[in-house]
T-cell receptor, first 111, second 111 residues
């Protein structure tokens, strides 16, 4: 079956611009996660959606970051007024039980 | 609080040699344990998982891992490494919002 998909795969943007990153989870998966992976680093948790519950935003690094999940499926991560330190790979994962299934990521480069 | 340590940042092995990647965890209860692999430019792929039962678990691509409660370890092994195994490997503990990832071990395979 189809896995988690993310778009775009690569995004280059100028400092100060806003960007939107999209995640399509596996159909039927109720949980969705966003992570950030900086060069040579592990995974930094950003935000978590579970069903219709309020999202856990405890990992968002600043108020420039926000995310939504429409209809319990597709999610969009928005970064406003991008900064160079936002350059990273943004990974999305979905799950229905304990293990998480990851998308290929979006590589964001802020110039 | 749960945490994961991967003591080796980078390991180099010769093709055909055996491999062991170390993972130590801290967790308050019976842990859920995972190993993921990330090839360059890709997302994370689940190699294997341990929830309960037999402490030696088999995964995909010929990998196995052994859960040792007394040592708080979940080391990943492969008897004979192939050049295609070169990648980043992540150990994770927990589930859902409580999942924690190690910083990763980068595996280089020499011909």
């Amino acid at each position: 079956g189809a896995g988690v998909s993310q778009s775009p795969s690569n995004k280059v943007t100028e400092k100060g611009k806003d960007v939107e990153l999209r995640c399509d989870p596996i159909s039927g998966h109720t949980a969705l996660y966003w992570y950030r992976q900086s060069l040579g680093q592990g995974l930094e948790f950003l935000i978590y959606f579970q069903g219709n519950s309020a999202p856990d935003k405890s990992g968002l690094p600043s108020d420039r970051f926000s995310a939504e999940r429409t209809g319990g499926s597709v999610s969009t991560l928005t970064i406003q007024r991008t900064q160079q330190e936002d350059s990273a790979v943004y990974l999305c994962a979905s799950s229905i039980q304990r293990e998480q299934y990851f998308g290929p990521g979006t590589r964001l480069t802020v110039t | 609080a749960q945490s994961v340590t991967q003591p080796d940042i980078h390991i180099t092995v010769s093709e055909g040699a055996s491999l062991e990647l170390r993972c130590n965890y801290s967790y308050g209860a019976t842990p859920y344990l995972f190993w993921y692999v990330q090839s360059p430019g890709q997302g994370l792929q689940l190699l294997l998982k341990y929830f309960s039962g037999d402490t030696l678990v088999q995964g995909i691509k010929g990998f196995e891992a052994e859960f040792k409660r007394s040592q708080s370890s979940f080391n990943l092994r492969k008897p004979s490494v192939h050049w295609s195994d070169a990648a980043e490997y992540f150990c994770a503990v927990g589930a859902g919002i409580d999942m924690r990832f190690g910083a990763g071990t980068r595996l280089t395979v020499k011909p």
